[in-house]
Nanobody
């Protein structure tokens, strides 16, 4: 079994910063990509950012470009999300996800491309 454990969420004022971390443990799995999705109350889960290990390509949702930065450690594996200039609309539960590549055809920003999910860490941005 693969476990993804997130940390780093919390309450922050608008304009502030947070850094999320996600580490994978458990059995070895093929490492195609890792990333972050978020889900706000009453809304669908949406893509935030991801890193594709081959080529070290980074992907971002338009809503976070220029404000969020994803980085990763392939060896662990782990991913980090530095979130700056936070806005109230960034409030959500942030979920870490890992893809083995088995459903890579779905596309990096699509949740069905990911095989493993964390429990989520809550981020609240006050205005």
């Amino acid at each position: 079994q693969v476990q993804l454990v997130e940390s780093g969420g919390g309450l922050v004022q608008a304009g502030g910063s947070l850094r999320l971390s996600c580490a994978a443990s458990g059995r070895t799995f093929s490492r195609y990509a890792m990333g972050w999705f978020r889900q706000a109350p009453g809304k669908e889960r949406e893509f935030v950012a991801a890193i594709r290990w081959s080529g070290r390509d980074n992907y971002y949702a338009d809503s976070v470009k220029g404000r969020f930065t994803i980085s990763g450690d392939y060896a662990k594996p782990a991913v980090y999300l530095q979130m700056n200039s936070l806005k109230p609309e960034d409030t959500a539960v942030y979920l870490c996800a890992a893809s083995s590549g088995a459903r890579a055809w779905s596309g990096i920003p699509v949740s069905t491309a990911y095989d493993y999910w964390g429990q989520g860490t809550e981020v609240t941005v006050s205005s």
